[in-house]
């Protein structure tokens, strides 16, 4: 199944309604403007031009995907922001009906730095690797590596405030995550959900030094996220434009692409996030 059908078919299934068009010209559905986004994603065309002279190129896909013509690039553009909460909802979605083949039992939560210096809107924030400049992608990944939940925020937002919202609504039995979501108030959260959180002790604090070694043991699996999603899906795609807005719509899109190429994998008896890199077109 080619990439622009998989987005027409999943797509189509996580929006119930069409949705009214806008005033205006073009006045696209928003139905259309979200595969387009997605199916952006799924190739990794890193820009609205260049995903205008791919689509042009290929009038099969256009046409699969719900067009008659070609957006303008402009246009395209202000989809990403226009359409960045739908997005988001269109990920969770998805996420959900993820878990029908693949039950959750394991959460995993962590962020990483998604840099960018030039845009207004970046923000100071820091990492085990020092100091960076940019945005930051927060991910709660199940016990195969895949995103169940993500939010976007400036740099200087710290990870633990952002536990309760990652684990909102999923029904793991264990939640993982290291010391920068130590607290009180992020274990009784975890306690709530009904399950059993394993958060690493912060060592800076009074009587804390002993290291968690199942926290350890399962980072991998939220870590080997980060590096596929952001070095062979999104490949820096949210330096290309300004505001978190739109590189909120661009990684929700690239989670969502992710998402689709994990549910093909299922439906070829792989399950484990590793092998999802196979079905890349």
């Known amino acids: 199944m080619e990439s622009f059908e998989l987005v027409r078919v999943l797509v189509n299934k996580t929006m119930v309604s069409n949705g009214s068009r806008r005033r205006g010209n073009p006045g696209y559905p928003r139905l259309q403007a979200v595969r387009m986004l997605v199916y952006a994603r799924l190739r990794r065309i890193g820009t609205d031009e260049g995903l205008v002279r791919h689509l042009k190129r290929d009038r099969l896909a256009l046409r699969t995907l719900g067009f008659k013509q070609v957006p303008h690039r402009t246009t395209i553009g202000r989809w990403w922001k226009r359409y960045a909460e739908l997005l988001k909802q269109v990920f969770e979605e998805l996420a959900g009906l993820l878990q029908h083949p693949l039950p959750c039992t394991l959460l995993v939560v962590d962020s990483t730095p998604l840099e960018d210096k030039c ?12 100091p960076f400049k940019g945005f930051k992608l927060h991910v709660a990944v199940n016990q195969e590596g895949l995103p169940l939940k993500a939010l976007v925020t400036p740099g200087n937002r710290y990870d633990s405030p952002f536990l309760p919202a990652l684990i909102q609504g999923l029904s793991p039995s264990l939640v993982v995550a290291d010391a920068g979501y130590d607290s009180k108030e992020n274990r009784e959260a975890v306690r709530e959900a009904g399950a059993e959180p394993v958060i690493a002790e912060n060592p800076r604090r009074k009587g804390r030094d002993k290291p968690n070694l199942l926290s350890r043991g399962k980072q991998y699996l939220v870590e080997q996220f ?4 952001k070095n062979q899906l999104l490949q820096g795609c949210w330096k290309q434009g300004k505001g978190l807005r739109r590189k909120a719509g661009q990684v929700y899109a690239g989670l969502i692409g992710l998402l689709t190429i994990g549910l093909k994998a299922v439906i070829n008896g792989e399950s484990s996030f590793r092998k999802v890199s196979q079905y890349w077109n």
């Open 226 to 229: 980060h590096d596929l999603s």
């Open 119 to 130: 845009d207004p809107e970046a923000r100071w924030g820091y990492t085990s690797r020092g």
